[in-house]
Each structure stands twice: as structure tokens, then as C-alpha cells.
């Protein structure tokens, strides 16, 4: 499990999964070509889900990983935060309310 995402197991064009190849070669999400789109991906989840609190989600979690002695989860959850940070820094401002007084 990577990124708190299971990754589908079997096979891979044709071929069953071999011993001694690289897990992530082996095994990817429908729609994610590399890590940094899965990383995009889940950090849009966080700011559909949780708005302005994402990126704090993400770093907190990253903590908890880092906490766990967990350095690669760590790592991506770091990577996630900076990523739903920058997705909502470019987030278009809401409307302004025009409420009569």
C-alpha cells in the first residue's frame, strides 16, 4: 500500500508479477502514469474533500509517518501537502456576497 492507495496486484500485460522486479513498475493505478500524477491526484481528493485544510491534513499526516519511523510514507505525504498547497493557492477566489444592510 502506498500512500494509504492499494495498488492493484497480478498481472501486468501479459506477464504475472516475477520476484526481484521493481514493485512499482509492476503495479499502477488506471490513469497514473508516474508517482508525481498519483501524488496531483491525491492531493485534488484532499482539497475536494477538505478545502483549505488539505495541505495541514497531508503535513500532519507526514508527521505521523515520520513519527512511525516511516520515511518514504513520510516523503509522500510531504509531497502531497506541497502539491494541495499549490492547488489551492491557484483556487479562484469565492464570490463575494452582496448582502443588503
Given amino acids: ?43 485534488a481528493q484532499l482539497v475536494r474533500q477538505m478545502a483549505g485544510a488539505a495541505a495541514a491534513y497531508a503535513g500532519d499526516l507526514a508527521e505521523i509517518a515520520i513519527g512511525l ?15 494541495a498547497a499549490d492547488l489551492i493557492a491557484h483556487l479562484p477566489d469565492p464570490p463575494v456576497s452582496k448582502d443588503s444592510d
Fill in 69 to 83: 519511523d516511516d520515511e518514504n510514507s513520510a516523503q509522500a505525504w510531504f509531497d502531497i501537502a506541497d502539491a
Fill in 1 to 43: 500500500m502506498i500512500l494509504g492507495v492499494q495498488r492493484p496486484t497480478g498481472e501486468k500485460d501479459g506477464e504475472t508479477e516475477k520476484p526481484g522486479r521493481n514493485h512499482a513498475e509492476n503495479h499502477r493505478l488506471p490513469n497514473v502514469g508516474d508517482d508525481s500524477d498519483l501524488v496531483t491526484q491525491v492531493a
